[in-house]
């Protein structure tokens, strides 16, 4: 069983604001990192899925870095609105086998 | 439309009655995989299929069951389910293992 960190465990920010949350995962059997945001009453959608030390994706205002070496990821959202409210989920992906984080969830105050 | 879907998405059963979730995907994936999400915990793999014929354990496949018989479905069987698999469960796929999931609407079981 792999251990995948996420923090914080949840965040509260106002419209506007920027933020970023943290996944960490054991460097060893490392394939790919993936990156989900899960809305409340739906099921998780991908976000990103990086497999490259220093990989860095971008979809609008969100992006996502990732340094293999130690074992961690940043998820930042630009400008945080209402409808970026939501559960990000990291999940380490070893070839085969995927290994979640309990999520971070994000509450974005009109 | 592109999709994975999952039924029934709620039943309510009773301790040691056979049942199995069914999952179907058209989008020609050869990766499906079943998760469980409880309370406080991340989302668990509990099996996983490669490919038809090709199926293999997740972390927590103890009391269930899985078969890979056509590309497109990947039933989950609870043999002889046990109050502690009420969980709410979700079926993905992938078209490798490695890539973006695409996952159903998820099924809330309850076992009394």
């Known amino acids: 069983i792999l251990n995948v960190e996420q923090s914080p465990q949840s965040l509260h920010v106002q419209e506007g604001d920027s933020t970023n949350f ?4 054991p460097s060893s059997n490392f394939y790919a990192l993936h990156w989900y945001r899960w809305e409340t009453a739906k099921s998780p959608e991908a976000l990103f899925v990086m497999t490259l030390n220093g990989d860095e994706k971008k979809k609008g205002r969100i992006s996502a870095t990732l340094n293999t070496k130690e074992g961690y990821s940043y998820l930042y959202i ?3 609105q209402p409808e ?4 990000y989920l990291c999940a380490s992906n070893t070839g085969n086998q995927f290994y979640f984080g309990t999520g971070t969830s994000l509450t974005v105050i009109p | 439309e592109a999709q994975v879907t999952q039924n029934p998405r709620y039943l309510i059963t009773v301790t040691g009655k056979k049942l199995t979730v069914t999952c179907s995907q058209n989008m020609n994936h050869e990766y499906m995989s079943w998760y469980r999400q409880d309370p406080g915990l991340g989302l668990r793999q509990i099996y996983y299929s490669m490919n ?6 997740g972390d927590v496949p103890e009391g269930y069951k899985v078969s890979r018989k056509e590309k497109r479905n990947f039933p ?3 043999e002889s389910p046990s109050p502690n698999q009420t969980s709410l469960y979700f079926c993905a796929s992938s078209l490798l293992p490695q890539g973006p999931q695409h996952f159903g609407d998820g099924t809330r079981l309850s076992i009394l």
């Open chain 1, 84 to 87: 970026d409210s939501a559960t």
């Open chain 2, 52 to 57: 038809v014929e090709v199926t293999d354990k």
């Open chain 2, 76 to 78: 989950l069987i609870l």
């Open chain 1, 78 to 80: 630009k400008g945080s």
């Open chain 1, 22 to 25: 943290t996944c960490s995962f």
